[in-house]
């Protein structure tokens, strides 16, 4: 089609749409040319403009590498991730789920642990924590046999791949359910911290005036052949941030129940006070067990993602 102006360019590109073979691939991108034109009209987008968007999308790429994935960081802090989250579970949308975000630091390959074993695997600071949980189904049945992995930050803020001073795996690790669907694990209480802002998501939060703290919690995913793939973080209700995650993945059914123990007899000997637990159970839907693909491979070589803080400035 011959362009005769700025109102038959939509027509153009989705009438060439009509080719593709793949119907769901057709309505997806019908859908998309539809509102980014629209979008392009409504905001009266200018050429320089356009360059800076252009630039802005290199950059998420340019600063995305085997230890660091900077798509998955914008697409939680445009609250999408979230989104796409919520409409995919709970009943499609309709109920409280447990399932939330994968995040940016997920590593294959985490290494087997036995249920009730530490996933602490070098040297790292902070409050004892002993986790029990379980894992049911819709109707409420234990899943046994479930594997699960495990991972957090330490409590300077830094997963062990962004930290070459932490030992390989630190704080990750992957646990098998019992015949009643519990798992449980010793660590350190998680800790809130700041996701990176080096690239254009830092660039975004400023512009925004955000903070880009995220709530303390622990990661989860829970997979087994008859079950969807379960990702799930369980917060930290008391972090000053719970409100203002920088991710948006805070739900009411992600709030744990850490609780502060300053006395009585320890869970394990050699325990001092103040140690913490959670108990917490997960629920499981019916579907089809696929792992997601890793956001990344790699641990850091250097210390250049150190944490950084960006305060609100509203």
């Known amino acids: 089609m011959i362009i005769d102006g700025p109102d038959s360019v939509t027509k153009a590109v989705l009438a060439e749409l009509q080719r593709a073979d793949n119907p769901r691939f057709k309505e997806i991108m019908t859908s998309l ?13 200018t050429e320089d403009e356009f360059r800076q968007a252009g630039e802005f999308i290199n950059a998420i790429g340019q600063n995305t590498n085997a230890y660091h994935n900077e798509a998955v960081l914008m697409s939680g802090s445009l609250g999408v991730s979230t989104l796409v989250c919520l409409l995919n579970n709970g009943n499609s949308g309709q109920t409280d789920t447990t399932a939330n975000l994968l995040g940016p630091f997920w590593r294959l390959d985490s290494p087997r642990t036995k249920n009730g074993d530490t996933i602490i695997r070098s040297a790292t600071p902070g409050p004892e924590m002993f986790v029990n949980a379980w894992v049911k189904d819709a109707k409420g049945n234990p899943v046994s046999g ?29 646990f098998t359910t019992d015949a009643k669907g519990h798992f449980s694990f010793r660590s350190i209480l998680p800790a809130g911290y700041p996701i990176p802002v080096t690239g254009p998501v830092g660039d975004l939060l400023r512009a925004q005036g955000r903070h880009n703290m995220r709530p303390a919690h622990l990661h989860f995913l829970i997979f087994k052949e008859g079950f969807k ?5 369980v917060y930290v209700p008391q972090d000053p941030n719970i409100e203002t995650d920088v991710q948006f993945g805070v739900t009411k059914a992600l709030l744990g129940n850490y609780i ?48 950084q803080y960006l305060p609100a400035t509203h």
Do not use: C
Request: charged share 25%; aromatic share 8%; proline share 8%.
């Open 229 to 233: 793939t379960h990702i799930s973080q």
């Open 146 to 174: 479930a594997e699960v992995d495990i991972w957090q930050s330490s409590t300077e803020g830094l997963y062990e791949n962004q930290d070459p001073t932490q030992a390989d795996m630190n704080l990750r690790g992957k």
């Open 33 to 45: 040319v539809k509102h980014l034109h629209a979008f392009v009209r409504e905001v009266k987008l």
């Open 260 to 307: 502060r123990h300053d006395s009585g007899t320890p869970p394990a000997p050699g325990v001092k006070a103040p140690w913490y637990t959670l108990d917490y159970t997960f629920v499981v839907e019916a579907g089809k067990a696929r792992l997601p693909r890793a956001p990344i491979h790699d641990k850091a070589k250097s210390t250049e993602m150190r944490p």
